[in-house]
């Protein structure tokens, strides 16, 4: 692997079993398990360029999807509002038609580039600004199966390159980016393990708590990403709740939430949920981002609900009524859903929707989640039929 001096500060080999032993324990909570085969198949792949989802992720299935439609907003936030050079003239064109321009109507090329820095974005602030690492597998092999470590053929053939420059750092994904989209490149795993690496082991123990010593939970013959994961891309720190700050816990221990506002933000619902559990509520450092941008969980499933207008958090006024979109990434969706959210819908037609006893039966799941944000609203599905 030929890596010009320039473009990272070193590149190692990962210590003979022990950082891969500590990348699995911290991922896991043992060295014996590996990733189910829905994450290794899982990579970064975009929908055709020049379509409706040309600016979209086709997302599998299984615990990687989290990490894809995470992803997935850090890549709107640089397609709509941080590229430089695409010729939208964001005042005065009406928000389907800046849809278009900024989102469906680009090429392959831009669709890696927005890949790209996406992927370093969210590598670097992990790195507290300072340093990433990215992780790339090569050809050697450099610890060997124990019946203490597992192999899966390709962590042992990790390769570290720390990069001490935020441009650096997306010019070197950005020549490796087949490491992360291509078929068969463990390219979710990849960066995850990136992720891991660029925010240290050391900063990840302070970052966790009592409630969450490791990354990953067991589910259905899977495993399933924790909020710590989740945190972790959206702002940089591994917190483990989502409610601002520190609480207390039911055993007097001390939970680490959120400390500081993300570019993008975090809404969640679930049928299930319990509005009394104050530890399970989104405080406002998530549900108010500096950007229009939101991962949702919606009853399990995650998706991505963003605005076009950037002033949108900005302005009190912006927040009268409305456009949002939503992106879910499970087929059939051939185009992102265009809600229009009014704040300010007279009682009656607010009342007629209310339910106390039955959460969610007359509203749709979407609508629950865009209401723990904009309580009273009222959404216009413009001719879609509601789902999730």
């Known amino acids: 692997m030929d890596i010009d001096r320039d473009k990272r500060q070193r590149a190692s080999a990962a210590a003979r079993g022990g950082l891969q032993g500590k990348l699995r324990q911290s991922l896991f909570g043992n060295t014996i398990h590996v990733f189910s085969h829905d994450w290794k198949k899982a990579y970064f792949r975009f929908h055709d360029p020049f379509s409706d989802l040309a600016f979209a992720l086709e997302v599998g299935k299984g615990g990687a999807r989290s990490i894809q439609m995470a992803v997935q907003g850090s890549i709107i936030k640089y397609l ?5 050079g695409k010729d939208c003239n964001f005042q005065s064109v009406s928000p389907p038609n800046l849809l278009h321009c900024s989102l469906c109507a680009i090429s392959k090329q831009e669709q890696e580039q927005a890949l790209a820095a996406a992927l370093a974005s969210i590598v670097w602030a992990a790195g507290a600004a300072e340093k990433a690492t990215v992780c790339l597998v090569t050809e050697d092999t450099y610890i060997t199966s124990t019946p203490d470590y597992p192999g899966d053929d390709f962590t042992e053939r990790l390769q ?23 078929e068969g490149s463990h390219g979710v795993i990849l960066f995850l393990y990136s992720l891991i690496f660029s925010r240290t082991f050391e900063r990840l123990q302070k970052d966790l708590d009592a409630s969450t010593t490791h990354l990953l939970q067991p589910s259905a013959g899977g495993f399933l990403c924790r909020q710590a994961i989740l945190n972790m891309i959206l702002t940089g720190r591994a917190s483990p709740n989502v409610f601002n700050g520190y609480q207390e816990g039911k055993s007097q ?33 998530l549900k108010t981002p500096k950007l229009p941008i939101w991962l949702c969980n919606i009853n399990g499933n995650p998706s991505v609900l963003f605005s076009t207008n950037r002033q949108l958090l900005s302005d009190w006024k912006a927040e009268r009524r409305f456009d949002l979109y939503l992106y879910r990434g499970r087929p059939p969706q051939q185009k992102p ?7 300010h819908s007279h009682h009656w037609e607010r009342n007629q929707h209310e339910d106390e006893h039955g959460p969610g039966r007359r509203f749709s799941p979407v609508e629950m989640a865009i209401r723990t944000k904009w309580r009273e609203a009222t959404v216009n599905w413009n001719g879609t039929i509601p789902f999730l």
Request: no cysteine.
């Open 337 to 343: 859903v265009h809600l229009t959210v009014d704040t």
């Open 253 to 285: 221990e001390i939970l680490h939430g959120v400390l500081t506002r993300s570019d993008v933000g975090y809404l969640q619902w679930g049928k299930d949920a319990s509005e009394d559990d104050r530890l399970a509520q989104v405080g406002s450092m």
């Open 160 to 182: 570290l390159f720390e990069l001490v420059e935020k441009e650096a750092t997306e010019k070197f994904i950005y020549d490796h980016l087949q490491s992360f989209k291509g």
């Open 80 to 84: 709509l509002f941080t590229r430089k």
